[in-house]
T-cell receptor, first 117, second 109 residues
């Protein structure tokens, strides 16, 4: 099956620093990648959708200057949390969709747990 | 607005059967997904329904009624490893997934 990797799996950083999270589709070309965040015992919240080679589409309420998304190739998307603060601490999950699949299934990465001190 | 409802928590016994319901109201419909999520891990795909009826896959089955905006996930021969959260998600007219809050399933010996 299709595999999506995320790196790092866990990161602890100081307030004010920036953190980059990578999402890679390992055995397929992901025309579309999605970034979610999830708070404990809550559902996934879509942050943004990115298509390879174009600017990401952010959901309402998500600051695009704070959460920088780059989808430079069909196998890599990055999320950079700029000037992180404790309230940015969360579980960040990416998913990827392969173009042309019959039912638009999304394949999820293992997630990145960000803790901002 | 768009809304996905599913029970917050359910408890069942090892070896038994459990049905997790999901009702939805969304802008358009391009399929309904069920995902399993263990604590601290990303969701894993279980099933997809786009037409009415029952889809069976091993111990897991998923049912859809589009006219009623209703789906259920049926888990048979429950095992302790089935303890997890089960997420219902609907793909809307923009091909975006709308997520339910998840149902935490607790399996007791």
């Amino acid at each position: 099956g299709a595999v999506v990797s995320q790196h790092p799996s866990r990161v602890i950083c100081k307030s004010g620093t920036s953190v980059k999270i990578e999402c890679r589709s390992l055995d397929f070309q992901a025309t579309t990648m999605f970034w979610y965040r999830q708070f404990p015992k809550k559902s996934l919240m879509l942050m943004a959708t990115s298509n390879e080679g174009s600017k990401a589409t952010y959901e309402q309420g998500v600051e695009k200057d704070k959460f920088l998304i780059n989808h430079a190739s069909l196998t890599l998307s990055t999320l950079t949390v700029t000037s992180a603060h404790p309230e940015d601490s969360s579980f960040y999950i990416c998913s990827a969709r392969e173009g042309g699949r019959d039912f638009n299934e999304q394949f999820f990465g293992p997630g990145t747990r960000l803790t901002v001190l | 607005g768009q809304n996905i409802d599913q029970p917050t928590e359910m408890t069942a016994t090892e070896g038994a059967i459990v049905q997790i319901n999901c009702t939805y109201q969304t802008s358009g419909f391009n399929g309904l997904f069920w995902y399993q999520q263990h604590a601290g891990e990303a969701p894993t795909f279980l099933s997809y329904n786009v037409l009415d009826g029952l889809e069976e896959k091993g111990r897991f089955s998923s049912f859809l009624s589009r006219s009623k905006g209703y789906s259920y996930l049926l888990l048979k021969e429950l095992q302790m490893k089935d303890s997890a959260s089960y997420l219902c998600a609907v793909m809307d007219s923009n091909y975006q997934l709308i997520w339910g809050a998840g149902t935490k399933l607790i399996i007791k010996p």
